[in-house]
C-alpha cells in the first residue's frame, strides 16, 4: 500500500449496444479510483459492469476509450494495447481453466509467457515479485498440481485460477464475480484467500461483484453501477453510510465499521472491540487482540432512544443525528448518526421519528441489535 | 493373391491421394472453419452454404464445371498454363484440386463445430494470460479442438477414397495417374473381371468399416447417424 500511494486508475468508456434485439444497452463510464487496494464494482446484473471489466481488460475492443493505471496507459484516443500485450491479472466467473492441462500446467502456461514477455522487456519493474511457491501456499494449491481440472471442485478450481492470474505478475487484477457460481460453502472457503490476497499483494484489484457481502467483506472502495452508469463512488464506508442512494438496497441497507480487538472477556465469550468513535461488545470470535476485523450494522438492526436502558441490548452507544430522510418504504425513514468520527445508519418508523422528534444534532442512544463479524 | 498388380497400382495411388487431399485440407480448412466460427459477419450464411455445395450436388455437375475450367481455355487452365505447369485435366494434381474442393465440408464442418464448442473463453483466459492469439489457438484451441481435427481428417481421408463421380469427370481412366480404386472396379465391372471386382470391393467394405469403427470408438458420446449428424450444425463434441 505505501508503494505509489498517489497512483489512480483512470477508465473512461461509452459504448452503446443495439443489437437490434429488444434490449438495447449503453455504457457510459468515466472512473477515477485509487491504484491500490480492493475497488469492488457493484451493481444488479445487467447493469453493466462486466462489459465495463472487458473494456477495462480491453477484451472489449472500443474505438473511444480510456484506460491508465498512473503513468501506464492501455488504452487512450491515439492508442490501443492489446489484450496479451498488458501486464493484468483477469479471474472469470467461470475459472476458465484449460481443461487439457493438469493444475501445474495450467500455472506454467502463465510462468512461460511471463518470461517471455520479460526477455522482450515489456515487463515494468515491479515492487513485490510474486513468487511461485508463496502464490501456492498462499491459495493452498500445492497438493492439486498433478491433477486435471476435471477433477477439483469448484473452489479448488476457482483458486487455481486465481493463482494463475497471479503469476504473470500483473500490475492489476481484474475479477469478474468470482464467487458467483460457488454455493455457500465454497464462497466461505475462498473469501479467506480473497482477503489475504490485497494484504498480501501490493497490487490493486478490481472486484465485480453483485454480493454486498462480498463488497462488505473485501473492498475498500465502492463504485455502484445502474443501468450502465456510475451512480456513487468512494471510500467503502463513505458510500455505504450514505442515505440519499437509491439503492436497492432496502434490508441489506447498513454500514461497515473496521474495526480492532481491544480486550477479551473468558467468562462470557466475549470481545470488546474499537472503531474509530467508541467500543463495540461483540461474541468473542476466536481474533487475537489487536487483530483487525470488519463488523456490519445493519440499518434495520439499530435502533434509537432518548436514554440509555437496562435491556438485553448489549451495545447502546451514544450517537448524534445528522439527517433524518425517507426511505422508500412509506412507513420508514433513515436516520444517520454520528459516533466519534463513524457513521451509522437506523431505519426506524415515521411515527418513531416524530414520536421522539429526530432533528440534527439531536442527541440519541443507537441501540445495536445485532452486528456481522467479517472477520 | 487375388489382388493383380494394377489393383496394388490404384490402391497405392488412391492411399497417396487420400493424404495429400487430407493433409491441404486441414491446411485450408481450419482458417475456414475459424472465421465461420467466430465471424457475426453477414457473409457467414453465404459462405457457409458454398462450402456445403458439394456435399448435394451430383459429383458429375461439379466435375463436369471442373473440367471445364481446367481446360486449355478455361480459367484455372489459363493460370496453370501461365504457370508453365499445362493443364491439371487428366492428371493426379488435377483430381487433388477436385478432391479438395469435393471434401471441403468434410473437413469445415467438423472443425467449425469443435472450435464453437471450445468457446470464446479459454481463448479470453489465454489472451489475459499473455498468449498472442496465434499462440492460444495452437496452444489452447488446437488441443481442445483435437477431437474435431480428427474426425475431419479420418472423415477427408474415407470421403476421398470413396469418390468416383468426380473423379472419372476429369481424371479419365490412367492407370498409374488417375486410376484410383473405384475407377478400377468399375474398369473390372466393364470388362466383366468379377473376381477381381470382388476381391476389391471387399478391401473397399473392410476399409470403410475401419474408418467408421474408428470414428465411433473417437467419439465420447455416440454419432448418432454417422454421416448425417456431422452435418447436423451443433454437435457438441465434449
Not at chain 2, 496394388?8 to 481450419?30: H, P, R
Request: net charge neutral; with cysteine; charged share 20%.
Amino acid at each position: 500500500m505505501n508503494s505509489q500511494p498517489q497512483e489512480r486508475i483512470n477508465a473512461e468508456f461509452c459504448l452503446s449496444y443495439q443489437p437490434g434485439k429488444a434490449k438495447a444497452f449503453s455504457l457510459d463510464v468515466a472512473l477515477n479510483i485509487p491504484a491500490q487496494g480492493v475497488t469492488a464494482i457493484f451493481g444488479a446484473s445487467g447493469c453493466g459492469k462486466t462489459s465495463l471489466l472487458r473494456c477495462m481488460t480491453g477484451l472489449e475492443k472500443t474505438n473511444s476509450g480510456k484506460f491508465s493505471i498512473g503513468k501506464l496507459v492501455w488504452q487512450d484516443e491515439s492508442h490501443f494495447s492489446p489484450v496479451h500485450t498488458r501486464q493484468q491479472g483477469v479471474v472469470f466467473q467461470e475459472a476458465s481453466l484449460f481443461d487439457h492441462l493438469t493444475v501445474r500446467g495450467n500455472l506454467q502456461y502463465a510462468l512461460k509467457r511471463v518470461s517471455s514477455k520479460n526477455r522482450r522487456g515489456v515487463l515494468t519493474e515491479q515492487a513485490t515479485f510474486i513468487d511461485y511457491q508463496h502464490v501456492l501456499d498462499l491459495l493452498g494449491i500445492a497438493r492439486l498440481l498433478d491433477q486435471y481440472p476435471a477433477s477439483l471442485s469448484g473452489g479448488e478450481k476457482q483458486r487455481v485460477a486465481i493463482a494463475r492470474a497471479l503469476l504473470t505478475q500483473p500490475r492489476i487484477l481484474f475479477m469478474d464475480e468470482p464467487l458467483a457460481a460457488l454455493d455457500y460453502k465454497r464462497k466461505q472457503e475462498i473469501l479467506p484467500y480473497l482477503e489475504k490476497l490485497s494484504r498480501v499483494f501490493h497490487i490493486p484489484i478490481i472486484y465485480i461483484t453483485h454480493s454486498l457481502e462480498e463488497v462488505a467483506r473485501l473492498a475498500d472502495y465502492l463504485v455502484l453501477m445502474d443501468e450502465g452508469r456510475v451512480v456513487a463512488s468512494g471510500e467503502l464506508q463513505d458510500i455505504l453510510s450514505r442515505v440519499d442512494l437509491p439503492l436497492s438496497f432496502e434490508n441489506d441497507l447498513g454500514v461497515v465499521l473496521k474495526a480492532k480487538v481491544v480486550e477479551k472477556d473468558s467468562k462470557w465469550h466475549l470481545m470488546l472491540t474499537e472503531f474509530e468513535g467508541d467500543e463495540l461488545w461483540l461474541k468473542d470470535n476466536h481474533l487475537d487482540i489487536g487483530e483487525p476485523l470488519r463488523v456490519r450494522v445493519l440499518a434495520k438492526d439499530v435502533s434509537l432512544s432518548l436514554a440509555p436502558q437496562d435491556s438485553s441490548i448489549l451495545n447502546s452507544l451514544p450517537a448524534e443525528v445528522i439527517e433524518v430522510v425517507n426511505d422508500v418504504d412509506d412507513a420508514m425513514s433513515l436516520v444517520r448518526l454520528k459516533i466519534g468520527e463513524s457513521i451509522l445508519i437506523s431505519r426506524v418508523t415515521r411515527r418513531s421519528v416524530d414520536h421522539l422528534a429526530l432533528t440534527p444534532t439531536f442527541k440519541v442512544w443507537a441501540q445495536i441489535k445485532s452486528v456481522a463479524i467479517l472477520p | 493373391m487375388w489382388l493383380s498388380p494394377s489393383d496394388w497400382q490404384a490402391i497405392v495411388l488412391t492411399c497417396k491421394l487420400a493424404s495429400v487431399v487430407t493433409i491441404i485440407l486441414l491446411i485450408i480448412g481450419t482458417p475456414i472453419a475459424w472465421w465461420l466460427a467466430k465471424t457475426t459477419s453477414i457473409f457467414k450464411a453465404p459462405v457457409s452454404a458454398v462450402v456445403a455445395l458439394p456435399l448435394v450436388l451430383p459429383p458429375t455437375v461439379l466435375g463436369f464445371y471442373l473440367l471445364v475450367a481446367m481446360g486449355p481455355t478455361g480459367v484455372l487452365g489459363g493460370i496453370t498454363q501461365a504457370l508453365n505447369l499445362g493443364t491439371l485435366a487428366f492428371t493426379f494434381w488435377g483430381l487433388v484440386f477436385a478432391s479438395v474442393l469435393y471434401s471441403l465440408p468434410f473437413a469445415v464442418q467438423p472443425i467449425q463445430n469443435a472450435i464453437e464448442a471450445v468457446g470464446d473463453k479459454p481463448v479470453e483466459a489465454a489472451l489475459s494470460l499473455g498468449a498472442s492469439p496465434f499462440d492460444a489457438f495452437f496452444s489452447v484451441v488446437l488441443p481442445l479442438a483435437k477431437p474435431g481435427f480428427i474426425t475431419a481428417a479420418v472423415l477427408c481421408f474415407a470421403h476421398t477414397v470413396g469418390e468416383f463421380g468426380v473423379i472419372l469427370m476429369i481424371g479419365g481412366n490412367i492407370p498409374g495417374e488417375t486410376r484410383v480404386v473405384s475407377v478400377q472396379i468399375y474398369e473390372h465391372v466393364e470388362s466383366l473381371d468379377y473376381t477381381h471386382a470382388h476381391a476389391l470391393s471387399a478391401v473397399m467394405i473392410g476399409f470403410s468399416f475401419c474408418v467408421l469403427l474408428l470414428l465411433y470408438l473417437l467419439k465420447p458420446k455416440p454419432l448418432g447417424f454417422a454421416s448425417s449428424s456431422i452435418f447436423s450444425g451443433k454437435r457438441r463434441l465434449k
